[in-house]
T-cell receptor, first 119, second 112 residues
Framework: GAVVSQHPSRVICKSGTSVKIECRSL??????MFWYRQFPKQSLMLMAT?????????EQGVEKDKFLINHASLTLSTLTVTSAHPEDSSFYIC???????????????FGQGTRLTVV | GEDVEQSLFLSVREGDSSVINCTYT??????LYWYKQEPGAGLQLLTY?????DMKQDQRLTVLLNKKDKHLSLRIADTQTGDSAIYFC????????????FGSGTRLQVQP
């Protein structure tokens, strides 16, 4: 079945540095990918919608200069956390929408998540 | 409103049935989903139901949808210890670019 690969699964970085997280659709094309943030024991909060070949759409309250999203190809979206601080520590999850999908199956594919710890 | 609500915790004994409930507020939802999340992992799609359906069964999983009350439930028959996880319901409003709206998640604990 279709797979979304997210990398790295876990990263620890120092305050002030930047971290890039990749989200790849392995056997399908995704014109749209979504980036979520999940706090401990909480639900997923949509951060932004990544659209291939155009600017990402950010949700209210999400700083676009801090969370840079690039969706340069139909199989890859990246989220870069710039000048990371301890409060950015969280679990980040991406999902990819298959361009061929109709209806229910466009929401099936999630990455494994990235645990970011900023020290 | 766009709230999707779930109870936070459910504990059952192995072999019993589990019922996880979800309420949503937007009547324009087209599809409703159930996802499973194990510790430190992403989301696994378990099942879904289209908004014009009342029930869907898939092996041990049964989804019931009461559109009038905006209530969704997931029943897991013969619950096993491997079913212990967090379960999220989610709604999809239209076929546009909007992402899903997730519930707060229900932690299911299965006791041997």
């Amino acid at each position: 079945g279709a797979v979304v690969s997210q990398h790295p699964s876990r990263v620890i970085c120092k305050s002030g540095t930047s971290v890039k997280i990749e989200c790849r659709s392995l056997d399908f094309q995704a014109t749209t990918m979504f980036w979520y943030r999940q706090f401990p024991k909480q639900s997923l909060m949509l951060m932004a919608t990544s659209n291939e070949g155009s600017k990402a759409t950010y949700e209210q309250g999400v700083e676009k200069d801090k969370f840079l999203i690039n969706h340069a190809s139909l199989t890859l979206s990246t989220l870069t956390v710039t000048s990371a601080h301890p409060e950015d520590s969280s679990f980040y999850i991406c999902s990819a929408r298959d361009v061929r999908g109709r209806g229910w199956d466009t929401e099936a594919f999630f990455g494994q998540g990235t645990r970011l710890t900023v020290v | 409103g766009e709230d999707v609500e779930q109870s936070l915790f459910l504990s059952v004994r192995e072999g019993d049935s589990s019922v996880i409930n979800c309420t949503y507020t937007d009547s324009s939802s087209t599809y409703l989903y159930w996802y499973k999340q194990e510790p430190g992992a992403g989301l696994q799609l378990l099942t879904y139901i289209f908004s014009n359906m009342d029930m869907k069964q898939d092996q041990r999983l049964t989804v019931l949808l009461n559109k009038k009350d905006k209530h969704l439930s997931l029943r897991i028959a013969d619950t096993q210890t491997g079913d212990s996880a967090i379960y999220f319901c989610a709604e999809k409003k239209d076929t546009g670019r909007r992402a899903l709206t997730f519930g707060s998640g229900t932690r299911l604990q299965v006791q041997p």
